[in-house]
């Protein structure tokens, strides 16, 4: 027992040492010290405490070299610990400040790929998501021999399939709002097929041509009789388009249904 108080009293000077050295940095007009204390603060993790200081360190510094070093630290120390708006607020100061600076590939990089840990789930605004595939396309623009550049254009991908996602959510909500209040069905179509041309490689394509196929149904199919013939052809050329994309679908059997009946109008 002795034993094992012995560490834990050792354990707790060190930390009582360590915190006691951290707030007498803080007080300090030595900004050196700060600078030196802020890198090793920041090589053991404790982003906080590094932040805390470089932020002091980068208004002094100004001029010098170790300013850009700073700013760099103190952007990845936010970002270390997860505030990705905060630490792209810095990341975009820094590669402003000089754009062909030491850590600009990086900032450009970290700016971008923070953006897109931050993004948010599909139904909320995608204004961040945007963002996102902005800076990371900005970076690919500027560093295309970078190492990162397939971890960025899958995140580009990603966060594009997202906005997709959005697109294909809102275009069946106006498929199930049908004709509540308007024609919800020529909504859906137009909203899909935006989606379609903006984000012609996403995942989610399949899916929003077999939409635009299924509202050209029903607005077809509750047309009065004299547009019957010309909408139920327009969706025979949805079907034929749809097939010819996706000849093994497994929503084949769906458009398949849907081009009986309407065939049965366009060659009455």
């Known amino acids: 027992m002795n034993r094992i108080y012995l560490i834990i009293f050792v354990l707790a000077g060190l930390l009582f040492a360590s915190c006691g050295e951290y707030q007498r940095v803080q007080k300090s007009d030595d900004f050196n010290y700060k600078f030196d204390y802020a890198k090793r603060a920041y090589e053991n993790k404790k982003y906080v405490q590094a932040a805390t200081l470089l932020k002091d360190c980068i208004t002094v510094f100004k001029g010098n070299e170790k300013a850009e070093e700073s700013l760099y630290l103190l952007a990845m120390s936010h970002y270390e610990n997860k505030d990705y708006i905060e630490s792209g607020a810095y990341f975009k100061t820094y590669y402003s400040r000089y754009p062909k600076g030491k850590y600009a ?87 899909a097929r935006n989606a379609v041309k903006d ?61 009986k009946i309407a065939s049965k109008y366009v060659t009455d």
């Open 105 to 191: 590939e990086l900032a450009r990089y970290y700016c971008g790929y923070g953006y897109y840990l931050d993004s948010p789930e599909p139904q909320l605004d995608q204004s961040g998501t945007i963002q996102a595939i902005e800076e990371l396309q900005a970076f690919l623009d500027y560093f295309p021999r970078s190492d990162k550049v397939s971890v960025a254009q899958n995140a580009i991908f990603e966060l594009q399939d997202k906005l997709t996602l959005k697109q294909l959510q809102n275009a069946q909500l106006y498929y199930n709002l049908g004709t509540y209040m308007g024609n919800n069905y020529e909504s859906a179509v137009i909203v």
């Open 199 to 259: 984000y012609p490689y996403s995942k989610y394509k399949e899916d929003l041509e077999l939409l635009i196929l299924k509202a050209r149904f029903q607005e077809a199919d509750l047309s009065i009789d004299e547009r019957k013939a010309d909408r139920f052809r327009e969706v025979v050329d949805e079907y034929y388009s749809f097939i010819n994309n996706y000849p093994d679908s497994p929503n084949r059997g769906e458009a398949d249904n849907i081009y």
